[in-house]
């Protein structure tokens, strides 16, 4: 069997291979997920990418820390969505404000007449 992970010259994969079912192990319990669920999840994640990058030696981490990169990941992701939503629905604000102005102008305007 030829690895599909090196560093320094050396296969790594099963170490990677080992590191990823702990880190999954790790996300069913705290997520309380399947392991397909937990597997999907980090499979779709940036810290999984950057695990398979094995220069990084993220890899060389305990399961607990890659973990934790993980949920600091979707932590960021969840904050960041937060963002986008208060930010549409403050937009959403201005724009009403926007009219009732405009609504108010066009009302003294037409009282003035």
Do not use: C
């Not at 992970?5 to 790594?12: A, L, R």
């Not at 705290?30 to 392991?35: A, D, G, I, P, R």
């Not at 094995?54 to 960041?80: C, M, P, V």
């Amino acid at each position: 069997m030829e690895g599909k992970y090196f560093f320094n010259g050396k296969d790594i994969s099963m170490n990677l291979y080992i590191q990823i079912r702990d880190v999954v192990d790790i996300i069913m319990e705290k997520s309380h997920l399947s392991f397909p669920d937990a597997m999907g999840k980090f499979y779709h994640s940036k810290t999984y990418k950057t695990l398979q990058n094995t220069e990084n030696t993220l890899w060389a981490e305990s399961a607990g820390y890659i973990a934790d990169r993980y949920y600091e990941e979707q932590e960021e992701a969840q904050i960041k969505q937060a963002i986008k939503i208060l930010a549409g629905k403050l937009n959403k604000k201005q724009q009403l404000q926007k009219q009732q102005t405009e609504m108010v102008g066009k009302l003294q305007d037409h009282e003035e007449q």
